[in-house]
């Protein structure tokens, strides 16, 4: 659940922040506005993925999934429990909620493709590696339903400090 959260909460955030340009905005203008929001949050992720390039014979593939996992969890529990003064600052706020995806790349984003891909036999890789990845979308529809369910009846910083 905590790696899909980036893309679930993406669409709160562009209005919470004040992307999306506004109630009264035209579809072009909100696209802009979103558009905005997506370049600056793949500034800070797109590093993540060099990251992992440039670390991930060095530290290993284990030690980048666990550190992206617990930096993500942290970043939300900070978000989630500083909410309503974090999201008054639109800067600190697309900061933090950037560095999810940074530790998101630099972390379970790159090694849920390299282990599979290293792990498995070449004459079932493709196949096992599907199993592996149709499991883990098994899992999340799972926790996503019950997970959107809770959504509804929390607030929104209770919810992102749940996700931790």
């Known amino acids: 659940m905590l790696f899909y959260a980036n893309s679930l909460f993406s669409a709160t955030l562009i209005l919470s922040l004040g992307f999306g340009g506004g109630p009264g905005a035209s579809p072009h203008e909100q696209s802009l506005e979103t558009a905005k929001f997506q370049l600056i ?35 939300y529990l900070i978000i989630g429990t500083w ?22 790349n630099f972390g379970p984003n790159v090694t849920t493709f390299v282990i ?16 592996a990845a149709a499991s883990g979308k098994v899992s999340l529809s799972l926790s996503l339903s019950l997970s959107l369910s809770l959504s509804f009846s929390l607030s929104f910083s209770l919810f992102l400090s749940l996700c931790t």
């Not at 800070?44 to 030690?63: E, H, K, M």
């Not at 909410?83 to 995806?101: A, E, H, M, Q, V």
């Not at 599979?116 to 199993?131: D, I, K, M, Q, S």
Request: hydrophobic share 50%; glycine share 10%; net charge positive.
């Open 83 to 104: 909410y309503d003064k974090i999201s008054s600052n639109p800067g600190l706020f697309l900061f933090l909620y950037g560095c999810t995806f940074f530790f998101s």
């Open 41 to 75: 949050i793949a500034g800070i992720a797109i590093p993540g993925y060099w990251c992992s390039v440039f670390f991930i014979d060095i530290i290993g593939r284990r030690f980048i999934q666990l550190q992206g996992y617990f930096m993500m969890a942290i970043l």
């Open 116 to 131: 599979p891909a290293e792990v498995f036999p070449t004459n079932v890789r493709a196949t096992l590696h599907g199993f």
